[in-house]
């Protein structure tokens, strides 16, 4: 089995595991714990086995069936997978108050009897839908509704003072695939340009799927516009896509992808670099995939500035290392939904927003699309607009 379909049929494991997880807790909260009764406590039971077994069937379907149905599949399974997501953390916080309530009948010498315990779950459980069905369409309106601009401004030691303004604009983690397609990305090509960036990069998980699939969807790229070019590195969703026909789709629409390779931005004497390099889970997939930094980097002035491009925030280690000024990285959707970015830190250092490491410094942004439920719940999408400022600049103000 190649590697790529081997790690999709392994995620889809573990997360069929995690999701089969998630749906027994629910039962026991929203159908065992309130006893409502024979018939409903079927039902229940029934809907939710569907559910749980329609969310890893929903990932296989939504890119085996034609884009058209496979895209109303995939919306309808996310969308529950997202209000299943807000259920769990808001139940997991109910138990506090369960135990709370227990606690103190305990102290009153009262202790809760069965139709209390049945009235308190009945309560929680109502609680709980209705908070997530709210939580659910605020998200929604976030993740489908128009991308915010982000401004960030960044200060660069190595940077000559005559640099100082440069605009990079950064998209990452677009996902175009079932549920996002060219309507969404004429709109965010549109706002890109409209910002008239001096750079575009884009920092990986472009597409959830091929080539053929999606070239309709993707075509809006070629209209970018940025005076010293757009420019790309791999995403681990590229992997899953098919990356050596979008490395080639990429170049057709006039992106320049870096795979482990360095280029000058403007002139010797009034420029940087910028390198970009493959996503880190691109190691061992053979055709010399897999981020080699040391490879981009050969040869290059220690003294010019070096802004990197790299898919995935737990890069920045080794980017530190090697004298990197600025890292842009995506991947981790700011948690996408809340508090999942608790759990994301568990394999990122970095999360969100600009960050400092060491005397390098890491810029993560929250993406610009969404993955799976189509919510954002405290953690908006962006269009992330970098200004690069010269550190002769800041000193001759200050």
């Given at each position: 089995m190649q590697r790529p379909l081997l790690s999709f049929v392994?995620?889809?494991?573990?997360?069929?595991?995690?999701?089969?997880?998630?749906?027994?807790?629910?039962?026991?909260?929203?159908?065992?714990?309130?006893?409502?009764?024979?018939?409903?406590?079927?039902?229940?039971?029934?809907?939710?086995?569907?559910?749980?077994?329609?969310?890893?069937?929903?990932?296989?379907?939504?890119?085996?069936?034609?884009?058209?149905?496979?895209?109303?599949?995939?919306?309808?399974?996310?969308?529950?997978?997202?209000?299943?997501?807000?259920?769990?953390?808001?139940?997991?916080?109910?138990?506090?108050?369960?135990?709370?309530?227990?606690?103190?009948?305990?102290?009153?010498?009262?202790?809760?009897?069965?139709?209390?315990?049945?009235?308190?779950s009945r309560a929680i459980a109502g609680t709980a839908g209705a908070l997530a069905v709210g939580f659910g369409l605020a998200g929604a309106a976030s993740a489908?509704?128009?991308?915010?601009?982000?401004?960030?401004?960044?200060?660069?030691?190595?940077?000559?003072?005559?640099?100082?303004?440069?605009?990079?604009?950064?998209?990452?983690?677009?996902?175009?695939?079932?549920?996002?397609g060219r309507a969404w990305l004429e709109r965010v090509v549109a706002q890109v340009n409209a910002l008239k960036p001096d750079l575009i990069a884009i920092t990986g998980d472009l597409v959830d799927g091929s080539v053929e699939e999606l070239r309709e969807h993707t075509a809006p790229l070629a209209a970018l516009r940025a005076r010293h070019g757009v420019f790309f590195v791999t995403g681990n969703h590229e992997y899953y896509s098919g990356v050596e026909a979008w490395i080639a789709e990429l170049g057709r629409l006039g992106v320049r992808v870096l795979r482990n390779e360095r280029v000058s931005i403007g002139d010797v004497d009034h420029g940087f670099d910028l390198a970009g390099v493959d996503d880190w889970s691109a190691r061992g997939m053979g055709r010399g995939h897999g981020p080699d930094l040391g490879r981009a980097l050969?040869?290059?002035?220690?003294?010019?500035?070096?802004?990197?491009?790299?898919?995935?925030?737990?890069?920045?280690?080794?980017?530190?290392?090697?004298g990197v000024g600025l890292q842009l990285s995506g991947h981790t959707h700011g948690?996408?939904?809340?508090?999942?970015?608790?759990?994301?830190?568990?394999?990122?250092?970095?999360?969100?927003?600009?960050?400092?490491?060491?005397?390098?410094?890491?810029?993560v942004s929250r993406g610009t699309g969404y993955w799976g439920p189509p919510m954002r719940v405290g953690a908006p999408s962006e269009i992330s607009l970098i200004e690069l400022e010269g550190a002769a600049v800041t000193e001759a103000v200050a």
């Open positions: 392994l995620f889809i494991g573990i997360f069929s595991a995690i999701v089969a997880g998630v749906h027994y807790y629910l039962w026991q909260r929203l159908i065992r714990a309130p006893e409502l009764g024979p018939l409903w406590q079927r039902i229940g039971s029934v809907a939710l086995v569907v559910l749980a077994s329609l969310v890893p069937l929903g990932l296989f379907l939504s890119r085996a069936l034609p884009r058209h149905i496979g895209g109303v599949v995939a919306g309808v399974v996310y969308t529950w997978v997202g209000l299943a997501v807000l259920l769990f953390f808001l139940l997991l916080t109910s138990e506090v108050v369960r135990l709370g309530a227990h606690g103190v009948t305990a102290l009153l010498n009262q202790p809760l009897d069965g139709d209390r315990r049945t009235f308190l489908l509704g128009e991308v915010a601009v982000r401004p960030v401004r960044v200060r660069l030691r190595r940077l000559p003072a005559a640099m100082s303004g440069f605009r990079i604009v950064q998209l990452t983690d677009l996902h175009i695939g079932p549920t996002i050969a040869g290059r002035d220690p003294s010019r500035e070096l802004v990197l491009l790299a898919h995935q925030p737990k890069q920045i280690l080794d980017a530190a290392e090697r948690g996408q939904i809340f508090p999942w970015g608790l759990f994301v830190r568990l394999d990122q250092p970095y999360v969100a927003g600009l960050s400092s490491h060491g005397e390098s410094q890491i810029y």
